[in-house]
T-cell receptor, first 114, second 112 residues
Framework: SAVISQKPSRDICQRGTSLTIQCQVD?????MFWYRQQPGQSLTLIAT?????????ESGFVIDKFPISRPNLTFSTLTVSNMSPEDSSIYLC???????????FGPGTRLTVT | DQQVKQNSPSLSVQEGRISILNCDYT??????FLWYKKYPAEGPTFLIS?????DKNEDGRFTVFLNKSAKHLSLHIVPSQPGDSAVYFC???????????FGKGTSLLVTP
């Protein structure tokens, strides 16, 4: 399986600011996803990052709040904009292929908003 | 609404015994099910999966059972080892997309 890294691993941010999280994969992958895990909750899909086109967002998530870039087949970024304490979560990227349902996850970014 | 439910937040098992983790789902469109293991400060690691056309899949010490009529699946770990102590997530996917729907997880503690 691919090796996935995320930067930063954790951050503490002030309300109203924005944070960009990077996801780097050591091989080209077709599909990249961004998930959020709020405290005590399950992982929730934010969006599918599509290479060369706009991301596909799940219900309840919008591009203005969570803009995503996917400039190539090995890299993606998720920005959490205009943060509030409710955005305090672990943000995870994952990768998959069109041939399989299995997804492989990065280590996550733990975000705390004060 | 939570379409994948893991009703036991935690489970404690003695080393060498069987660990059984349970998962229920509500969406009849789900046709592929996965289990992930997560250690603190790490991302979830894929463990084992099962397609809806099967009722059992085995990989070493790990076996997943699927009961479609009951919309229930379980993960059996035999024998349990202290290194199995982690949070286990059940996830499900439907044919029409690749989104994974996760349960809230069960924290397994295997004691020596």
């Amino acid at each position: 399986s691919a090796v996935i890294s995320q930067k930063p691993s954790r951050d503490i941010c002030q309300r109203g600011t924005s944070l960009t999280i990077q996801c780097q994969v050591d091989s080209q992958v077709t599909m990249m996803f961004w998930y959020r895990q709020q405290p005590g909750q399950s992982l929730t899909l934010i969006a599918t990052a599509n290479q060369g086109s706009e991301a596909t967002y799940e219900s309840g998530f919008v591009i203005d709040k969570f803009p995503i870039s996917r400039p190539n087949l090995t890299f993606s970024t998720l920005t959490v904009s205009n943060m509030s304490p409710e955005d305090s979560s672990i943000y995870l990227c994952s990768v998959g292929t069109v041939l399989s349902y299995e997804q492989y996850f990065g280590p996550g970014t733990r975000l705390t908003v004060t | 609404d939570q379409q994948v439910k893991q009703n036991s937040p935690s489970l404690s098992v003695q080393e060498g015994r069987i660990s059984i983790l349970n998962c229920d789902y509500t969406n009849s469109m789900f046709d592929y099910f996965l289990w992930y293991k997560k250690y603190p400060a790490e991302g979830p690691t894929f463990l084992i999966s099962i397609s809806s056309i099967k009722d059992k899949n085995e990989d070493g010490r790990f076996t997943v059972f699927l009961n479609k009529s009951a919309k229930h699946l379980s993960l059996h770990i035999v024998p349990s080892q202290p290194g199995d102590s982690a949070v286990y997530f059940c996830a499900a996917s439907a044919l029409d997309g690749y989104a994974l729907n996760f349960g809230k997880g069960t924290s397994l503690l295997v004691t020596p």
